[in-house]
């Protein structure tokens, strides 16, 4: 078994339950290590801190799956996977309360589930995966047999991204990878509304369930308002502000098929009446906005702007100039819903983001409300870095 040693003074993170080993953070590498081996980590004394798996040349080397010296086996996937399935059962996923029938969710949330890089959704009966590093590459039959021994889905579905899996030296899977392959779409029921996605559209594993709390809250408040949603994808919030009794509802987003799903899933769910679809830059939709007297409530969800800690200083201006186009899209005395997904950038620094471009549109913004995550992205308390998603709502005025 290779055999990686810390360096003093970068024990206390790993010892405390941080899942990951920074390389420089290691000493010496013992054992003739590759790509994808199971190594054991020790301290400077050699005590055990746990087994974990090996990526070279990475930033992240070791990735930490046990805390003792136990083997990262077949068994270890088994139990944490159904123990992930007891927590969602927990939280009431999947439900069939009649109004808010939902049977998609994520299964398997990576570190916040004690399998490092593994990311499991559920949609219905069919399972999508991204394994997105070589080590958990190497172990997919024995993640696979452990999906089916726990739940039995009628197909597995791979969709690791491409440049993850070229960064981390192997080919990714492409479609479905085990059961049925006459799978076409991803087609489930979140919150009693239905979709239907095609598997061309290849966004992430084909959805954002991270967002069902915020999408709720945006039900609630969308009454008697016009409503922009940029950035819509599939329209998911959209959808929601429609059924919340919305009195008009945009959706915009540059993706043609994006756009066209969101439009059928709308007819499907009979709200196509109420919502119009846009294909557009978001920037653009703002500025549009802007000089037609804003919307009620605005909802701002960019992609990713910091993928990286590197990336931060850039996307900190990058989120500003956003949350003044957005405040300029909102009514005075409307509602503004600005996000982030890039785990670089905390809550704080969202926040001031939002007041720096309130105050460049000559607006003020007075938060009421946060979100984050829901309880199926769980984050390990030793691990900040899992905290990704945050959402501001505030009421904008002129100042």
């Known amino acids: 078994m290779p055999i990686v040693t810390l360096k003093p003074g970068h024990v206390r993170p790993v010892w405390s339950g941080h899942p990951w080993v920074f390389a420089q953070a290691i000493a010496r590498i013992e054992g003739g290590a590759v790509a994808g081996d199971e190594v054991t980590v020790v301290d400077p004394h050699g005590t055990i801190l746990g087994r974990g798996l090996y990526t070279p040349r990475s930033a992240i080397p070791v990735r930490l799956f046990t805390r003792d010296d136990s083997p990262i086996d077949g068994a270890v996937f088994r139990r944490r996977i159904e123990r992930a399935l007891a927590h969602r059962r927990e939280l009431g996923l999947p439900s069939a309360a009649a109004g808010h029938e939902t049977d998609a969710f994520r299964l398997v949330h990576a570190e916040g589930d004690g399998l490092p890089s593994l990311i499991i959704d559920m949609f219905a009966d069919v399972a999508v995966v991204q394994l997105n590093t070589i080590g958990v590459k190497l172990r997919e039959g024995v993640v696979f047999d452990a999906l089916q021994a726990t739940l039995a889905p009628r197909a597995i579905i791979d969709r690791t991204p491409a440049m993850q899996a070229k960064m981390e030296g192997f080919t990714p899977g492409v479609g479905v990878v085990r059961g049925d392959t006459g799978v076409d779409a991803l087609r489930f029921h979140e919150r009693g509304l239905r979709y239907e996605i095609p598997l061309s559209l290849t966004q992430k594993t084909g959805f954002y369930f991270d967002q069902r709390a915020l999408r709720a809250r945006i039900e609630q408040l969308a009454r008697g308002r016009r409503v922009l949603d940029a950035y819509s994808f599939v329209g998911s919030f959209a959808m929601a502000a429609a059924r919340g009794g919305a009195t008009e509802v945009v959706a915009v987003d540059e993706s043609a098929i994006a756009i066209e799903i969101g439009a059928e899933c709308a007819r499907i769910n009979g709200l196509s009446d109420r919502i119009k679809h846009v294909r557009e830059d978001a920037k653009q939709a703002f500025q549009d906005a802007s000089t037609r007297g804003g919307f009620d409530l605005v909802i701002c969800d960019p992609p990713k702007l910091a993928p990286s800690r590197g990336a931060k200083d850039g996307a ?84």
């Open 316 to 399: 900190l201006g990058a989120y500003a100039r956003l949350a003044s186009a957005a405040c300029r899209a909102t009514k005075p005395g409307g509602v503004l819903v600005f996000c982030s997904c890039s785990s670089a950038v905390s809550l704080d620094d969202l926040t001031r983001a939002l007041a720096l471009g309130a105050r460049d549109a000559r607006m003020s913004a007075m938060v009421f409300d946060r979100h984050f995550q829901g309880g199926d992205h769980p984050v390990p308390a030793a691990f900040p870095e899992g905290l990704y998603l945050k959402a501001l709502i505030a009421r904008v005025d002129a100042i």
